[in-house]
């Protein structure tokens, strides 16, 4: 469980006094007018002013359920806290759920890691009311989503290059407690690409030879391609990057025929009545926020329009995180701490001030 430790106690409280304040407090004027006059420096410490948050509503920030988007919250409330003084709530979230209450409640305010081209009528339907924006798009190179399986996997199988192998070679993908069928892992309800996957599981007609499997969460997908790497057993699963699972167990992305448009515009909808096979779309991850807050919060909304991270280096973090099984904030934490070049271009500079201080 992660547990934010920001908040201040209190204790051994006396009963107020003006009359002993007052002379507390001349006592102490006198003393500093004292060394000032013999030539005493004081050295008090400087506080850092940090750019005004523009509103005193609580902000609302979508905590995705993957290890990624839950980083970048944590990234985000830090800034907005540390940086322009917000009051800031996490709210948990996923990429489908979270779409129908933006459209529907107005919330939450920001979506730092927003999958958008997974719901692309959804967001269509929400920039039409006006009620949220693209402030930027997160990653330099977008989201890179598929089919993976171990690269051992891949060199013991030769034959199995694209999605389309997989109807042929279902026995190397079979459970022991299901051998007449191969498993093919996906994402938990919620996430975008379980939709797709879903969908293309479908058009491929993999329904005779194969399972379409739920790992629950993505916690418990993460744990399934651990147990299996580990044990060098072949699994086929829905992933993406960046991520620190790509890396870290060497996954390779099964080939897809060329990306069409219309036939994924279908594969992303639940309800898709014809699905047709297609390569999956190279996404944007967007940061998307509240319009209502180009007024209310001008200097967030620059902040969050800065927002943009190389992949390489948002891997490296995740691999940290996941290699130290560190929570998410002290995963945000080592961003700040390893990537003060990336970040602090999206501040001012008594905002960056005010951040690394709250780090020390």
Not at 32 to 49: S, T
Not at 169 to 186: D, H, I, Q, S, T
């Amino acid at each position: 469980m992660v547990r934010s430790s920001n908040y201040l106690g209190y204790s051994g409280c006396r009963p107020f006094s003006v009359e002993r304040n007052m002379k507390l407090f001349n006592g102490r004027l006198l003393a500093v007018g004292i060394l000032i006059a013999v030539g005493g420096v004081i050295a008090a410490p400087v506080a850092v002013k940090a750019a005004k948050c523009g509103t005193t509503d609580t902000l609302t920030v979508a905590q995705m359920s993957w290890f990624s988007g839950g980083v970048m919250a944590f990234v985000t409330k830090t800034i907005l806290e540390k940086g322009y003084g917000c009051k800031v709530q996490l709210q948990p979230a996923d990429t489908v759920p979270t779409a129908s209450t933006m459209l529907t409640r107005g919330r939450p305010d920001i979506a730092p890691e927003m999958w958008i081209s997974l719901i692309p009528d959804v967001w269509e339907r929400i920039e039409k009311s006006g009620k949220y924006f693209v402030a930027g798009q997160l990653y330099e190179n977008g989201g890179v989503l598929g089919w993976w399986v171990p690269d051992y996997v891949a060199k013991e199988h030769p034959q199995l290059k694209s999605i389309s192998d997989l109807k042929d070679n279902w026995k190397l993908f079979a459970e022991p407690g299901e051998p007449n069928k191969g498993r093919l892992y996906n994402g938990p309800p919620g996430w975008g690409g379980s939709v797709v996957t879903a969908n293309l599981f479908k058009a491929l007609g993999l329904g005779k030879t194969y399972k379409l499997f739920s790992a629950g969460s993505g916690a418990n997908l993460q744990a399934a391609i651990a147990r299996k790497v580990a044990q060098k057993k072949p699994i086929v699963t829905f992933y993406w990057e960046p991520t620190a699972v790509i890396s870290r167990y060497n996954l390779v992305r099964l080939q897809t025929p060329p990306y069409d448009a219309q036939k994924y515009a279908c594969l992303s909808q639940t309800d898709c009545a014809n699905p047709q096979v297609t390569g999956w779309q190279i996404t944007r991850i967007d940061v998307a926020v509240a319009t209502r807050l180009k007024k209310s919060a001008p200097a967030v909304v620059e902040f969050l329009s800065k927002m943009r991270i190389p992949n390489k280096a948002m891997n490296e973090v995740l691999a940290w995180g996941d290699s130290n099984t560190a929570s998410l904030k002290d995963t945000a934490d080592y961003f700040f701490k390893t990537y003060p070049n990336v970040w602090t271009q999206w501040v001012p500079a008594d905002a960056a001030e005010a951040i690394k201080a709250s780090l020390k």
